[in-house]
C-alpha cells in the first residue's frame, strides 16, 4: 500500500491552482514570480485539470501497481521503484512519447521545450511529504491517503 | 438606450507580478477578466462587483479591486452613488434590487454602548480557572416553580414548556436553501451540531439530507409555507413562524425561478423553475388572535414537545406587537433589526424601513417586563452582529440570545458585496449553480462557522469574567453593566442606560 492523490471532484472548483503549484515546485527557483515570467525553459506542471461543464478534477500519475507506461517505455526511464512509485527518469528520456501513447489516463505530459516526458513524482524529488498540489489546493479537493 | 453609469471600481492588475495563470478568468462568474486572442489577460471594469474573489485567490497577489472615481461635481446630496440609481431607474424602469443589510452610515448603538468591569471592590473571574456558564435555555418559564421532596430526592412539580438549550447564546439565523446553496446550509447544521446551538431553515424547506441534524435546526413556517409538511416539522428542535425581516419589514419575498433547480423544487415543493413568491402577510394571519391559531396549530401538530417562536422585523410599535405575541402563547420572539441581512430586497425598503435592534430589544424587554410577562417568552436579537462585543450588549440590554447571519456568511468567505440576487456569488454560498455553489467546501465551511462562534464564546467568557460575573443568566437584562457614550437623553431613555461617569443611583 503507498499513499496516492486522490481527487474529490464534488469540491474541486477548477481553479487550476494545483496546475500552478507544481510548476513552481518543479521549477529551478521554487519562487513563483521568478519560476513563471523569468525561468527558461519555461516550468511546466505535472497534474492536469480535466474539465467539463461544472464537473473538474485534477489528474496526475495514478502510480498503477502495473504500469503500462513502464512496460512501454523503451529506454528504461520509467521505472517503479520500492516505494511503489512510477518514477521518470529524465536524463535517460528520449522524447518518443510513447508512454504519452500508452497511459490509459493521459498522465504525462510533453514537456516540448526540453523534448522530454514530465510527469507527477509526488514530490519526490522537492522533499515534500504532502505533495505541492494537495497543500496547497484551497478548496481541499485533493487528499494524500492510502485506500 | 446609451447607459449613463459609469463603473463603481477599477481592477489595478500589476504585470510585474502577474503570471497569467488564468486563475482570475476562472473564478469570476460576472466575467470580468478575460483572455484575449493573443493570450494576454484583461478586466472590464464596469462588470466588477468587488467580491473579492479573483484578488483573494490569485497566487501572486496581483490583483486589487479600487474605488473607481470619478469626478461629480461636489455636492452632499447628489453623491456619486445617488445618481447611479436615478440612471439605473431611468434605463430600467424598476425597484432597486440589492442583497445583504443595511449599509446606510445609521447610528450603530452597539459602538455607543460600553461595557462594565470588576475593579478592587468586587472581584473579576478568571474564565480559564473558573467555570464559566454560557448555557442558555430558550422557552416559556413558569410563573413560579414547584419542588416536591420526598426521601431525600427532589422532584419538580411544576411542567415546564420544551425548552432549547443552547451551549452557546449565539445561533444562525434564517437563510434558506434557495437563496444559499446546498452546501451553505449543510456548513450551518454542523458548525450548529458541533456548537451544541442551532441553525434556522429560513422559508426553503429542510432537504432530506440534512435531517439528520433536526436536533440543531429550526424550521420556519413564514407566508408562502414552502416546504411545509408533517416530516418538516417533526425534523426540527424549534418552530419559527416568520412575520417579517429586518431586512424587507412589511414585503415579501420572491425568489426567482432560475433559482428554483430539481433540488430546491423537491424541498420547497414547487415546480421547477417556478418563481416562489412569499406573500407580505400571511394571509391567515390579520391580528393577534390569528397568530395564537397558528402557534396552537403548530403546538398541537407537533403535541406540545417543541418551542414556538415568531419572528418579526424590528419596527416602531415593536414593543407592544411583542406583548401581543407573548400573550398569544409563543415561546420565544425574534426581533430582528434594520441591519438584518437578505438575499435580495428592494434598496429603497432595506435602506428605510424598520429600527436598530438595539433600541427595539430595549423596548421589548422593558415592556415585558413592566407586563410582568418577560418570563413567558424568551427575546432572540438579530440583525448584524459583528463580534462578540456586541453579543454581550445585546444580552445585557434584555436579549436571551442572538441569531447571525452575515457574520457567519463573512465567515465561510463572503465579502459582502451585496449582489446575493444575482445568483452568481463567487464564494458558492447565494447561487444555485453547481459550478459555483461547489466552491464551498461543508468540510471547511463548517469549520470555519465552528471557529468564529467558538472564538467569540471565548470572548464573552472573558468579559463575563472581568465583570465578575460566571454565567451568562446573570447578565441579561442587567443595564447597569452598560454606559452610554454621544447618546441623546432620549436615546439613552429607550436604552435604559445611563450615561457613562453617572454613579450607580
Avoid at chain 2, 420526598?150 to 449565539?170: A, D, F, H, M, N
Avoid at chain 2, 420565544?332 to 438595539?358: H, Q, S
Avoid at chain 2, 440576487?421 to 463567487?426: E, H
Wanted: glycine content about 8%; some cysteine; charged content about 25%.
Amino acid at each position: 500500500m503507498m499513499k496516492r492523490v486522490y481527487a474529490k471532484e464534488e469540491v474541486c472548483i477548477g481553479c487550476r491552482l494545483c496546475e500552478v503549484y507544481c510548476a513552481v515546485e518543479h521549477s529551478l527557483s521554487r519562487d513563483i514570480i521568478r519560476a513563471y515570467k523569468y525561468e527558461q525553459p519555461k516550468p511546466e506542471p505535472r497534474v492536469t485539470v480535466e474539465e467539463k461543464e461544472h464537473i473538474s478534477f485534477a489528474l496526475q500519475c495514478r502510480h498503477c501497481d502495473e504500469p503500462l507506461c513502464v512496460e512501454a517505455c523503451i529506454t528504461g526511464a520509467m521505472m517503479k521503484d520500492e516505494s511503489g512509485r512510477v518514477i521518470h527518469r529524465e536524463e535517460k528520456c528520449i522524447g518518443c512519447w510513447t508512454c504519452v501513447l500508452v497511459c490509459p489516463y493521459g498522465a504525462p505530459r510533453r514537456d516540448l521545450s526540453r523534448g522530454k516526458v514530465v510527469k507527477c513524482d509526488l514530490c519526490q524529488s522537492t522533499g515534500r511529504e504532502i505533495p505541492a498540489c494537495v497543500e496547497m489546493c484551497p478548496n481541499r479537493a485533493l487528499v494524500f491517503e492510502e485506500r | 438606450m446609451k447607459s449613463y453609469i459609469l463603473p463603481e471600481f477599477k481592477i489595478k492588475r500589476d504585470n510585474e507580478r502577474c503570471i497569467e495563470c488564468q486563475v482570475c478568468v476562472r473564478q469570476c462568474a460576472f466575467e470580468v477578466h478575460k483572455v484575449s486572442q493573443d493570450g494576454s489577460i484583461y478586466s472590464e471594469n464596469d462588470k466588477c462587483v468587488a467580491c473579492e474573489r479573483c484578488v483573494t485567490f490569485c497566487p501572486t497577489k496581483a490583483l486589487t479591486i479600487e474605488e473607481y472615481e470619478h469626478y461629480i461635481k461636489d455636492n452632499a446630496n447628489w453623491t456619486a452613488s445617488v445618481q447611479r440609481n436615478i440612471w439605473k431607474q431611468a434605463e430600467t424602469g424598476g425597484v432597486l434590487l440589492t442583497g445583504m443589510g443595511n449599509p446606510k452610515p445609521y447610528p450603530i448603538y452597539w459602538d455607543h454602548l460600553l461595557l462594565n468591569a470588576s475593579q478592587v471592590t468586587n472581584p473579576s473571574i478568571d474564565p480559564l480557572r473558573e467555570p464559566m456558564e454560557l448555557r442558555t435555555y430558550l422557552g416559556s418559564k413558569p410563573e413560579s416553580l414547584e419542588v416536591e421532596i420526598s426521601g431525600g430526592s427532589v422532584r419538580l412539580k411544576t411542567k415546564v414548556s420544551p425548552q432549547l438549550k443552547l451551549e452557546v447564546p449565539i445561533m444562525f439565523s434564517a437563510m434558506s436553501f434557495g437563496a444559499i446553496s446546498y452546501n451553505a446550509c449543510e456548513a450551518l447544521a454542523r458548525a450548529a451540531t458541533e456548537l451544541g446551538t442551532y441553525c434556522n431553515t429560513g422559508e426553503g424547506g429542510l432537504h432530506e439530507k440534512l435531517y439528520k441534524y433536526a436536533d440543531h435546526t429550526i424550521v420556519q413556517v413564514a407566508s408562502g409555507r414552502f416546504g411545509v409538511h408533517k416530516k418538516y416539522l417533526e425534523k426540527a428542535a424549534a418552530l419559527e413562524i416568520k412575520i417579517g425581516q429586518g431586512a424587507k419589514p412589511g414585503i415579501g419575498g420572491h425568489l426567482p425561478g432560475e433559482k428554483v433547480g430539481e433540488e430546491v423544487s423537491r424541498t420547497r415543493m414547487i415546480p421547477v423553475g417556478s418563481d416562489a413568491l412569499s406573500p407580505a402577510p400571511h394571509h391567515d394571519i390579520y391580528s393577534i388572535e390569528d397568530l395564537s391559531q397558528l402557534i396552537y396549530s403548530l403546538k398541537e401538530a407537533t403535541e406540545y414537545t417543541k418551542p414556538v417562536s415568531v419572528k418579526i422585523a424590528a419596527v416602531h410599535n415593536v414593543a407592544a406587537i411583542s406583548s401581543g405575541i407573548a400573550r398569544a402563547g409563543a415561546d420565544i420572539i425574534a426581533i430582528d433589526g434594520f441591519r438584518g441581512g437578505t438575499g435580495a430586497a428592494p434598496t429603497v425598503i432595506r435602506d428605510n424601513v424598520g429600527i436598530p435592534v438595539e433600541l427595539a430589544i430595549a423596548a421589548v424587554d422593558s415592556r415585558l417586563r413592566e407586563e410582568g410577562i418577560r418570563n413567558r417568552v424568551s427575546i432572540v436579537a438579530a440583525g448584524g452582529f459583528r463580534s462578540s462585543a456586541d453579543v454581550i450588549k445585546a444580552i445585557a440590554l434584555g436579549a436571551d440570545a442572538v441569531y447571525i447571519a452575515t457574520a457567519a456568511l463573512v465567515a465561510m468567505g463572503c465579502h459582502v458585496c451585496q449582489k446575493c440576487y444575482t445568483g452568481k456569488c463567487n464564494w458558492g454560498i447565494a447561487t444555485q449553480d453547481p459550478k459555483l455553489s461547489k466552491r464551498l467546501n461543508p468540510d471547511i465551511a463548517a469549520e470555519r462557522l465552528y471557529n468564529l462562534v467558538a472564538a467569540w464564546a471565548h470572548e464573552i467568557s472573558e468579559m463575563l469574567g472581568g465583570m465578575g460575573i460566571n454565567a451568562i443568566e446573570s447578565l441579561k437584562g442587567n443595564r447597569l453593566h452598560l454606559r452610554a457614550v454621544g447618546l441623546t437623553k432620549e436615546e439613552m431613555d429607550v436604552l435604559g442606560v445611563k450615561v457613562a461617569g453617572a454613579p450607580l443611583s
